[in-house]
């Protein structure tokens, strides 16, 4: 009894604070994001036209904005800014002063281009509730705001290869959140500020002036006597002509091989070049028939990790393709940062790759360098559901996936959602669930992946940290009850697994519904609804599907779908149960004859309230 009124209270405290925060951050879009990214447009140049192909503001309509390059929001039909990434775009031009009209902005990359100039002194007045702030590689000056100290949702601050000069500012020790810091390749001078986190002497490499914490200790100190100052002073005045002429050249051949390596380096893999030194790190594989590797093997196998290697990115990271000098095809992903020890990192990769199911991805091991950590998997032939359903408009199109193709892709990912949710131990939440996850084998047998990334992902403090660091999940797939309670929970799982099969049962994006005019601003489960309404659900089946004797199999998963995202999380079925309704529409098929999902011993729910509550933000 004391235990569920403690949590009780626990709850009812957050959701007032929430609440607080709430007042704070302006959710709902307004105009001043229009005339953010508006002034950004006018304050830049944009010589080649990366910009220009798509911020038009001639478009009045509720989202347009969205659709802008570089430019994510909190929902896809609303005007409100959550992050903006425009690095490696080759843009000229000052600190963007606009963007203080991106009041609820939580992300910002301007890396890899020409922006120059000071920083504004009152950086909370542009950046007040960024969680990440990269403006690495370009030709930004001055002294570092110490400003910078009042945006306390900063988790990432990365200002190197820039031109900074003076201290680094011992306000940023206040920055509580930082996990990621980089100043490297400045004109900075100074004793480094004791800061929240331990940071390595990369991050501060390559400063003419720095000194103290992990690098060398300053030899100087304020008790230096006159006569010290005396004849350093007379040393500098036979040198100052000769220290000034050697800074600039430093700063012009620094200047000239930032620009010369952007040249070199077109395809966006410079990370790469720090790991040279780290080749002959062995690769911790799960498989023993799997042949032991090295990094250097992954590095050829990759091709260094060349972007044209790149099959498919998200929130966890990028996924490259591997060829190994046998011919062995291999997927390997290079994750994104990750707050955890290398001891807690490792435990995890032991946990995940003793999970094993026909319907996951099997990792087969991982890799971790310098601060890089790499997984490996076993190649996926026919790719991302996501990329069969919907192909690019600029490429080849594929051939549309018939009925009972898209019938065993559903089965077969529901019974592997299914056991993560009920039959695995530790039972697993994968809190991303869309069809960029769900992959497919050369059978086109379903394949979930990035099952259990998500708590390698997070800061693992409270609840809250994940609304401030903007951890939704995919847009379109996020269940509408996450924003207000932020927990992860398998009902919200069912909810993004819903938005899948709409996917398959439609053909349509969760976000652009190409069939829903150019008046309808909704989501994809907005349209079916508004569609139903009208007795017109008919018309939201994927024509190719239509006429070919399956249109009673057709409804009866589109029924199943419906009942995945209905509002309200305790109307919704267990992954259990969605599986079984999906196997017996695919009865006939003959897909699969075992049923390796046993029935539930509880009642699902009851059981996950208490292990998300006991174990409090460490399963979101």
Same mark, same amino acid.
């Given at each position: 009894m004391e235990r569920v009124m403690g949590r009780s209270f626990r709850l009812v405290l957050f959701s007032l604070f929430l609440r607080l925060l709430l007042c704070v951050v302006p959710i709902h879009g307004d105009e001043r994001d229009v005339d953010c990214l508006r002034s950004i447009y006018e304050s830049v140049e944009d010589p080649y036209q990366y910009l220009n192909s798509t911020w038009n503001f001639k478009n009045n309509s509720k989202g347009a904005i969205c659709s802008f390059t570089g430019v994510e929001c909190w929902h896809p039909d609303d005007n409100k800014v959550l992050s903006i990434k425009l690095g490696s775009m080759n843009?000229?031009?000052? $600190?963007?002063?606009?963007?203080?009209?991106?009041?609820?902005?939580?992300?910002?990359?301007?890396?890899?281009?020409?922006?120059?100039?000071?920083?504004?002194?009152?950086?909370?007045?542009f950046v007040g509730f960024l969680t990440t702030l990269v403006l690495s590689s370009n030709n930004f000056s001055g002294q570092i705001p110490a400003s910078l100290s009042e945006?306390?949702?900063?988790?990432?601050?990365?200002?190197?290869?820039?031109?900074?000069?003076?201290? =680094?500012?011992?306000?940023?020790?206040?920055?509580?959140?930082?996990?990621?810091?980089?100043?490297?390749?400045?004109?900075?001078?100074?004793?480094?500020?004791?800061l929240q986190n331990n940071f390595t002497a990369e991050d501060f490499a390559n400063n003419l002036g720095l000194c103290g914490g992990p690098l060398d200790p300053c030899l100087l100190s304020p008790k230096s006597s006159n006569t010290k100052i005396i004849a350093g002073a007379a040393i500098g005045g036979v040198t100052a002509s000769a220290l000034v002429i050697g800074a600039g050249l430093i700063f012009l051949l620094r200047r000239a091989s930032v620009k010369r390596k952007r040249l070199e380096d077109p395809e966006g893999n410079r990370w790469t070049k720090s790991l040279k030194g780290s080749k002959g790190v062995k690769v911790s594989m799960f498989e023993k028939s799997v042949s032991k590797m090295k990094l250097g093997d992954l590095m050829k196998a990759t091709n260094n990790f060349n972007k044209n290697n790149i099959i498919g990115s998200g929130r966890t990271g990028t996924m490259y393709k591997a060829v190994l000098e046998d011919g062995m095809l291999l997927m390997c992903k290079r994750l994104q940062d990750s707050q955890h020890s290398e001891k807690e990192f490792v435990s995890e990769m032991a946990t995940l790759g003793s999970v094993k199911h026909?319907?996951?991805?099997?990792?087969?091991?991982?890799?971790?360098?310098?601060?890089?950590?790499?997984? =490996?998997?076993?190649?996926?032939?026919?790719?991302?559901?996501h990329d069969n359903l919907h192909p690019e408009d600029d490429v080849e199109e594929?051939?549309?996936?018939?009925?009972?193709?898209?019938?065993k892709i559903g089965i077969g990912a529901a019974r592997g959602l299914a056991w993560l949710h009920h039959n695995c131990n530790p039972r697993i939440?994968?809190?991303?669930?869309?069809?960029?996850? =769900?992959?497919?084998?050369?059978? $086109?047998?379903?394949?979930?992946?990035? $099952?259990?990334?998500?708590?390698?992902?997070?800061?693992?403090?409270?609840?809250?940290?994940?609304?401030?660091?903007g951890e939704f999940g995919d847009l379109g797939y996020v269940a509408p009850e996450y924003t207000r309670t932020l927990v992860a929970t398998p009902k919200g799982d069912v909810y993004s697994f819903g938005i899948v099969l709409l996917e398959l049962v439609t053909g349509e994006r969760p976000t652009q519904v190409k069939r829903g005019g150019e008046s309808f601003k909704g989501n994809l489960v907005e349209w079916v609804m508004m569609m139903s309404g009208d007795s017109r659900l008919n018309d939201v089946i994927d024509e190719s599907l239509l006429g070919k004797g399956v249109d009673r199999e057709i409804f009866q998963f589109l029924k199943?779908?419906?009942?995945?995202?209905?509002?309200?999380?305790?109307?919704?079925?267990? !992954?259990f149960e969605v599986y079984q309704l999906l196997r017996a529409i695919g009865e006939?098929?003959?897909?699969?004859?075992?049923?390796?999902? !046993?029935?539930?011993?509880?009642?699902?729910?009851?059981?996950?309230?208490e292990l998300i509550v006991a174990q409090d933000s460490t399963t979101v």
């Open positions: 843009l000229k031009g000052p $600190f963007p002063l606009g963007l203080a009209n991106c009041t609820s902005l939580t992300g910002l990359d301007l890396s890899n281009n020409d922006f120059w100039g000071p920083l504004p002194a009152n950086m909370l007045k945006c306390k949702y900063l988790n990432v601050l990365n200002l190197d290869h820039n031109r900074f000069s003076g201290q =680094i500012p011992p306000e940023l020790g206040l920055l509580s959140r930082i996990k990621t810091f980089s100043v490297a390749n400045n004109l900075l001078s100074g004793q480094i500020p004791k026909k319907n996951l991805v099997p990792l087969l091991g991982f890799c971790m360098a310098k601060n890089e950590k790499i997984l =490996i998997y076993k190649y996926m032939e026919h790719g991302a559901l594929k051939e549309a996936l018939d009925w009972s193709l898209r019938l939440i994968h809190r991303n669930i869309s069809s960029k996850c =769900i992959l497919l084998d050369g059978e $086109f047998e379903p394949r979930i992946s990035d $099952f259990g990334l998500a708590r390698l992902m997070n800061p693992v403090d409270t609840h809250l940290s994940t609304f401030v660091n199943v779908a419906c009942n995945c995202v209905v509002p309200g999380p305790k109307e919704r079925p267990t !992954m006939r098929y003959n897909f699969s004859t075992e049923n390796d999902i !046993m029935v539930p011993t509880d009642s699902g729910d009851a059981h996950w309230e």
